[in-house]
């Protein structure tokens, strides 16, 4: 069968278009480079480089940059990604709050809103909310529906990445099952990405201070105990999604204080924020903004005012915490293990009963470059894990080629 002259000119135009969406991933890192400059990085021919960019100055993802030296004649021109072209939101939806930001394709927030809402309150509540708060954000910025590229969620629950929908999450009454992307997509036609908070904060941490580290481990310390695994450079979800679960793990040697799961001895029952704050005898369950937010405001108090008993529960907490993670440090090798999550605050305490039991039983090779760190993104890792998850897909070379197919925005 002969291909018509149209048919085959639709088909170069559509590899094109894929190819162009890979060549961008090279101007990612938001370095001006020339054409001469991308032909010899590529070793693509001048006319090659010259197509791809062009198609990405046509889509409006590159733009040309000031100028450049010239030896002779005209200078050459300079091109980058242009950040502006799009702009993608970033949602961290935790236990008792959310907060929702607006950002560009370089990862500068440009707008956004925090709100007391409690997830329990169910998924059409909460999403209609974040719906409304997109909205809002979008009309704050000045930027059309059209300009929003992606969406990025991060839920206090495991969920199945490839679906975006909650499988049994614990503190999260009427989610399970629930079409998360599905219930955007009626006001938003753009990709939905929703994953666990604590992946998302893995994210978050690797952006603001890890960029160039590419085996990190973080865990977040709060009502329960999680930890987000970037192996590679790439996010490491496992086969279900669940890869990371620290918190039902049990500790060696530890207490066999009964675990919410069903089980015993689990590092949640023993070390989370909820835990510490009952052993200290303080009525956390029945508390205003939940366990968490109390737990962490009780003990960071106490540690301030020098209280022996806490330093010395929460020392025990960090050792049993090490317990577990030496054997992650076994098994994968992080460079950097970075803590954060509400009970981080209790600072280098905390972090004094890790390194004390992880430096002791860990092979030296293992720990010898072994930094283990509290957050820097601190309360935002959440939020900004979620912008640059949306953002990676929203610069994906498939996603590139899904805009240039799309009828083009007016100017």
């Known amino acids: 069968m002969t291909t018509s002259a149209s048919g085959a000119s639709a088909e170069a135009a559509e590899a094109d278009l894929a190819r162009a969406g890979e060549f961008l991933q090279l101007l990612r890192d938001g370095r001006p480079r020339t054409r001469a400059e991308l032909a010899q990085l590529t070793g693509m021919a001048r006319s090659t480089v010259a197509s791809r960019v062009d198609t990405l100055l046509s889509l409006g993802y590159v733009a040309p940059f000031g100028g450049a030296s010239s030896t002779g004649g005209r200078p050459p021109s300079l091109f980058a990604l242009n950040p502006q072209a799009r702009v993608v939101v970033g949602a961290d939806l935790g ?11 370089g990862g500068t927030i440009v707008a956004e809103v925090r709100e007391s809402l409690p997830i329990d309150r169910g998924p059409e509540e909460v999403l209609a909310w974040l719906s409304g708060a997109v909205t809002g954000l979008l009309a704050d910025a000045g930027r059309p529906a059209s300009d929003l590229a992606a969406i990025g969620i991060g839920l206090p629950g495991p969920v199945e990445f490839e679906t975006g929908r909650p499988v049994s999450p614990p503190i999260m009454p009427g989610w399970d099952g629930f079409d998360v992307p599905g219930r955007l997509q009626r006001d938003f036609d753009v990709p939905v990405l929703v994953d666990n908070d604590v992946n998302i904060m893995a994210l978050g941490e690797r952006k603001t201070a890890w960029q160039d580290v590419d085996e990190l481990m973080f865990v977040k310390v709060a009502t329960g105990i999680g930890a987000g695994i970037i192996a590679g450079g790439r996010l490491q979800r496992g086969a279900q999604g669940t890869a990371g679960d620290l918190g039902h793990v049990r500790v060696p040697g530890g207490p066999d204080t009964p675990c919410a799961c069903g089980n015993e001895g689990c590092l949640e029952a023993v070390a989370s924020g909820p835990a510490l704050a009952r052993r200290l005898g303080v009525d956390v369950d029945s508390a205003a903004g939940g366990p968490e ?16 008993e806490t330093v010395r529960l929460v020392r025990e907490a960090g050792r049993h915490l090490g317990s577990v993670l030496a054997s992650c440090v076994s098994l994968i090798n992080p460079s950097v293990i970075v803590v954060g999550g509400s009970v981080s605050q209790a600072g280098e305490h905390l972090l004094a009963g890790i390194r004390e039991v992880v430096y002791t039983r860990s092979l030296p090779l293992a720990t010898k470059h072994l930094r283990i760190v509290t957050s820097t993104a601190g309360a935002r890792a959440g939020v900004l894990g979620a912008a640059a998850l949306a953002t990676d897909h929203a610069l994906s070379p498939g996603a590139i080629e899904a805009a240039g197919r799309a009828p083009r925005r007016s100017a």
């Open 293 to 308: 937010h109390k737990a962490s405001k009780v003990i960071a108090q106490r540690l301030r005012d020098g209280d022996l």
């Open 95 to 105: 236990a008792t709050h959310a907060l929702v930001a607006l950002a560009d394709l």
